[in-house]
T-cell receptor, first 113, second 110 residues
Framework: DAGVTQSPTHLIKTRGQQVTLRCSPK?????VSWYQQALGQGPQFIFQ???????QRGNFPDRFSGHQFPNYSSELNVNALLLGDSALYLC????????????FGDGTRLSIL | GQSLEQPSEVTAVEGAIVQINCTYQ??????LSWYQQHDGGAPTFLSY????GLEETGRFSSFLSRSDSYGYLLLQELQMKDSASYFC???????????FGRGTSLIVHP
């Protein structure tokens, strides 16, 4: 039973570039959430996708966008990268809408130079 | 808004018991979760409390007092592998999105 998988594991970009991160949810899960975790901080909620639509969004600018595909996998896109976007980006999957444990992937470490 | 407070660091010795506290301020409180994260790894779900009282799962227990806006994670028979960061996360009704605290780094010494 595959857990949550994310790619790539590490990425280095420069300011102003764009990046796409990918996530495959745990088998049987239909909801995908994305989080940003800065060093020494807890994960901060970016947005959540369900049935291929953005269902909820945290306090992040429009430079952060996403997509969910019919197979429930998801992408996170960040445009016009800033130095402050350097962080660990975590994908979490769950089943349905009621509070369920979030199953996290190992994340993508994004470094902006 | 929401706020969560937990200690930044706790140290203990192998075999001991340690308690990590979490206090929160939020509207629409629904429940409190705990996650463990080893360096460079994925956060792993440990427990969830929606009602007052103690929930026990093996060596780990979690407690919630809704009237005091307070919870704690209790780790017994500490092992070296328990060295990790522990996050409390508040769940609010309607969104059901967890809001995480800044985490507590637990260091277990031999």
């Amino acid at each position: 039973d595959a857990g949550v998988t994310q790619s790539p594991t590490h990425l280095i970009k420069t300011r102003g570039q764009q990046v796409t991160l990918r996530c495959s949810p745990k088998s049987g899960h239909d909801t995908v959430s994305w989080y940003q975790q800065a060093l020494g901080q807890g994960p901060q909620f970016i947005f959540q996708y369900y049935e291929e639509e953005e269902r909820q969004r945290g306090n992040f600018p429009d430079r952060f966008s996403g997509h969910q595909f019919p197979n429930y996998s998801s992408e996170l896109n960040v445009n016009a990268l800033l130095l402050g976007d350097s962080a660990l980006y975590l994908c979490a999957s769950s089943l349905g809408e009621v509070p369920q444990p979030q199953h996290f992937g190992d994340g993508t470490r994004l470094s902006i130079l | 808004g929401q706020s969560l407070e937990q200690p930044s660091e706790v140290t203990a010795v192998e075999g001991a018991i340690v308690q990590i506290n979490c206090t929160y301020q939020t509207s629409g409180f629904y429940g409190l979760s705990w996650y463990q994260q080893h360096d460079g790894g994925a956060p792993t779900f440990l427990s969830y409390n929606a009602l007052d009282g103690l929930e026990e799962t093996g060596r780990f227990s979690s407690f919630l007092s809704r009237s005091d806006s307070y919870g704690y994670l209790l780790l017994q028979e500490l092992q070296m592998k328990d060295s990790a960061s522990y996050f409390c996360a508040v769940i609010t009704g309607g969104s059901y999105i967890p809001t995480f605290g800044r985490g507590t780094s637990l260091i277990v010494h031999p």
